[in-house]
């Protein structure tokens, strides 16, 4: 198998608990962490509960791991206090744990948060400047930043996946545009592994929607195809009122409900 160790960080999650078992091809062992639960290991499996902003343990944690997949985190908006925690200093000591351990390519699930304030009449890729929406989406930042950083330091290489809507299916008609199939997601994750050189890459996590914000033609490097669409579940949307609603932000700019939700200082 390509890789001897993969860490995959917040493995308790929705998205953790998806990828478990998807990305076990990938390497000889997967070691899972989290805050939380994981359950008892499986074949192939170590299991190393920890808190990301615990530096010593993040430290341990890295040790012998060729590649991370970074899920761990809060994963909606909080006040700034638990976010720094998790998200800010937890991005930080996987960063400098990694640059201990020699890890040399991370994949970091952003999100859509960092850019949530662009109108969703705007398309945007890599370039696009950052606009994020909440304590959440400027953390998110922070961690794309970090990871460029370390890469322009130390060449450790970081494909950040700004993930739309990463769910069975699109729960509003906004997740139709934003819509990201857990295969597609899958594919994209092997894709960012097994890219030769990846450098510091921007790409949105989206499926193949009839109607996207995001142009991913500058990670075109990475060879993503998605396979998948949101079309399929237009049923569930009938409602043909206008869309964006002009008095309505959540439905106006691309973070949707973040929108509404801070700051809670
Ligand atoms: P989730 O909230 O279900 O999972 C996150 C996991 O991180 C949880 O199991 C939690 O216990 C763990 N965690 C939280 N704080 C921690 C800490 N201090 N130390 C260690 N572990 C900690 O979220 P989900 O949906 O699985 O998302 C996974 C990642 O993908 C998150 O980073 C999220 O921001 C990102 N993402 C997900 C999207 C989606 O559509 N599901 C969209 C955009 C980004
Ligand atoms: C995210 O970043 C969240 O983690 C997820 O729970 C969804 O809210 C998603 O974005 C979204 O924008 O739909």
Redesign the pocket.
């Known amino acids: 198998r390509p890789f001897k160790r993969i860490l995959l960080t917040g493995a308790a999650g929705?998205l953790g608990k998806v990828l478990r078992d998807r990305i076990k091809p990938w390497a000889e062992v997967v070691r899972l962490s989290d805050v939380a639960d994981m359950g008892e290991a499986r074949e192939g499996e170590e299991i190393v509960q920890c808190d990301l902003a615990d530096k010593e343990a993040v430290i341990k944690l890295l040790e012998g791991v060729d590649a991370v997949l970074h899920f761990g985190g809060i994963?909606?908006e909080k006040p700034f206090e638990p976010i720094m925690q998790a998200n800010i200093l937890g991005v930080a000591n996987l960063y400098e744990a990694l640059h201990k351990a020699g890890t040399r390519r991370v994949v970091f699930a952003s999100?859509?948060?960092a850019i949530?304030y662009h109108h969703v009449n705007t398309v945007l890729d890599a370039n696009s400047p950052t606009r994020p929406d909440s304590y959440?989406?400027l953390s998110?930042v922070f961690g794309e930043q970090i990871a460029r950083y370390y890469f322009d330091r130390f060449g450790i290489e970081t494909v950040c996946i700004r993930?739309?809507?990463?769910?069975p299916e699109p729960?509003n008609k906004?997740?139709m545009s934003?819509y990201f199939s857990y295969d597609d997601l899958t594919e994209m994750l092997r894709c960012s592994l097994f890219a030769p050189r990846v450098g510091h890459t921007i790409i949105y996590g989206v499926s193949d929607n009839d109607s996207v914000w995001w142009d991913n033609r500058l990670a075109a490097h990475l060879g993503y195809k998605p396979k998948d669409s949101s079309a399929k579940f237009a049923h569930l949307f009938p409602d043909t009122s206008e869309f964006p609603d002009k008095d309505d932000v959540t439905t106006m700019y691309q973070?949707?409900?973040?929108l509404l939700d801070g700051p809670q200082y």
């Open positions: 929705g994963s909606t999100s859509n948060h949530g959440y989406g998110k993930i739309g809507s990463s769910f729960a906004r997740m934003t973070g949707g409900k973040f």
